[in-house]
């Protein structure tokens, strides 16, 4: 029964003397400095990836739309060729008109996808920011 007191007591005093070491480390500036700069740099690198996989998105997305673009824009180039080989000079002028509106939209619409998948990229690194902050906070008050 005295081996079991003694060691409670070696455990307990290896518990206060851990738990009093951790703040005096912080005053230093050492532990809870490092840990939330780690924190910090993988919130940074976590931010960096979805930014650059939302870039890749709306790269893509805008490639489609130009390609769907240069489609629309080839067919009505020759129909205009067509109607002018055929003296419809009218016709042939709507149908230019018309597939400069058709890639005007196309090209307001790629801006728009871009222009939505950067606020979200932005909301999202400012969410991250804001939890650095509060793990930095939380970790300031655990070094005083």
Excluded: Q, Y
């Amino acid at each position: 029964m005295g081996n079991r007191v003694a060691r409670s007591l070696l455990a307990a005093c290896g518990a206060l003397l851990l738990t009093t070491a951790a703040p005096v480390g912080a005053d230093e500036g050492g532990f809870w400095d490092r840990v939330g700069d780690r924190i910090d740099r993988r919130l940074d690198r976590r931010g960096h990836r979805i930014d650059e996989r939302l870039d890749r998105r709306g790269d893509r997305r805008d490639e489609r739309l130009d390609r769907r673009g240069d489609r629309i824009d080839h067919r009505l180039n020759e129909r205009a060729k067509r109607a002018l080989e055929r003296g419809k000079e009218k016709l042939a002028e709507r149908l230019d008109h018309k597939g400069d509106r058709i890639a005007s939209r196309l090209d307001r619409r790629g801006d728009r996808i871009e222009a939505r998948l950067d606020r979200r990229g932005d909301r999202i690194e400012r969410r991250l920011d804001r939890r650095g902050d509060r793990i930095n906070r939380h970790l300031d008050r655990l070094g005083r």
